[in-house]
């Protein structure tokens, strides 16, 4: 969803609605990427540490972007935060699907790496599993 959904936000030839369910979807599976790869364990979620224990991502500039991210997804599907809502005159900001594709991309990355940890730590059945993930949406995006 992360790698397919962001050319479809501003695809004209869809309608309004399809292209809000676009960003609406892909909002919400980089929420559940970022709450599985960045996130600490929550009380029933499941949780990257579940797969590869004690493994965390560094914490560079990619983390960083992709927890004010989560941030900006959250406002936008899940809570709903009144300060969304414009005043007089404003414009109600708008995340372009350039934007979404670079988000998407630092998702699959990190999905990467973590299963190269997987790897380098001989958990292969998941290496495997987790490498389908992402060689799936790199071959979609590279299908644009």
């Not at 190269?116 to 995006?141: P, T």
């Amino acid at each position: 969803m992360v790698a397919e959904l962001p050319p479809l936000t501003a695809d004209e030839r869809l309608p309004i609605a399809a292209r809000v369910a676009c960003a609406e979807a892909f909002f919400s599976n980089l929420r559940v990427l970022v709450e599985f790869l960045v996130l600490p364990p929550s009380s029933g979620r499941i949780h990257r540490h579940e797969y590869l224990p004690g493994w965390d991502p560094e914490d560079g500039q990619e983390t960083v972007e992709l927890r004010r991210l989560y941030g900006l997804a959250s406002e936008n599907v899940s809570h709903l935060m009144k300060k969304r809502v414009p005043h007089d005159g404003e414009v109600v900001q708008y995340v372009g699907a350039a934007d979404l594709e670079r988000a998407g991309t630092l998702a699959i990355a990190l999905v990467e790496r973590f299963t190269d940890a997987l790897r380098h730590e001989h958990r292969d059945d998941y290496a495997l599993l987790f490498s389908g993930f992402v060689m799936s949406a790199e071959a979609r995006v590279s299908a644009r």
